[in-house]
């Protein structure tokens, strides 16, 4: 069975940082690029950034500069450091793992909330 679970968000003040966390069983983590989603309130699901399965990374301009993702083969977990945290983040984060060629798969999400 395929499980993503992701943690670390919560509330935090503009300008603060958090750290997400996805760990997954059930698949070979090495195989799977990963990827970062993000949904806020009344808007469609966005990439923030993607990691491949060979390290390299993409960010959405909107977070550049101030998000880094990166992965743990060995822990099978992907990460997201945010910082210079502004309101506008503030939504439910997804990881997600796929294959070019596999089903993908998805986590139940985590709340970061970006407010004084």
């Known amino acids: 069975q395929v499980q993503l679970v992701e943690s670390g968000g919560g509330l935090v003040q503009p300008g603060g940082s958090l750290r997400l966390s996805c760990t997954t069983s059930g698949i070979i983590f090495s195989g799977y690029d990963m990827a970062w989603y993000r949904q806020a309130p009344g808007k469609q699901r966005e990439l923030v950034a993607n990691?491949?399965?060979?390290?390299?990374?993409n960010y959405a301009d909107s977070v550049k500069g101030r998000f880094t993702i990166s992965r743990d083969n060995a822990k099978k977990t992907v990460y997201l450091q945010m910082n210079s945290l502004k309101s506008e983040d503030t939504a439910v984060y997804y990881c997600k793992a796929s294959t070019p060629v596999t089903t993908s798969y998805w986590g139940q999400g985590t709340q970061v909330t970006v407010s004084s």
């Open positions: 990691i491949g399965r060979g390290g390299s990374a």
